[in-house]
């Protein structure tokens, strides 16, 4: 698989929810792991998706939460629904991150495949 299929396959899901990334318990695998979903009357079905890339070594990994942001989301009393009311909006606790940047424009539902790199 080159750059492009790549990109092509998370287009995929561009918008969704980010359920887990991360080395594998083994090491040698980088996984991401996501739950999309699309209006009803689309017809297409929620999934769970998994992204595999064996043999990797190295994953570089970025965020677009603005540094302040960051910052405050570092609270530990966020980590628990009940301590973190009245702290803010955010919760760190949900297990779950939306994969669409608030800035960046939004990218139309196209069909799901599975991809392993």
Known sequence: MDR??????????????LVFHGFTDYMRDYEVLTYSIADPQTGIKPSF??????????????????????????????????TGKGVGRLRVGGQVAGALPRHAPARPLSGRRPLVA
């Open 4 to 17: 492009d299929e790549m990109r092509r396959a998370f287009d995929d899901v561009f918008d969704q929810a």
């Open 49 to 82: 998706d998994r992204y595999l890339f064996r043999l990797c070594v190295r994953a570089n990994v970025s965020s677009t939460v603005a540094p302040d942001i960051w910052q405050r989301s570092l609270d530990e009393r966020l980590i628990e629904h009940e």
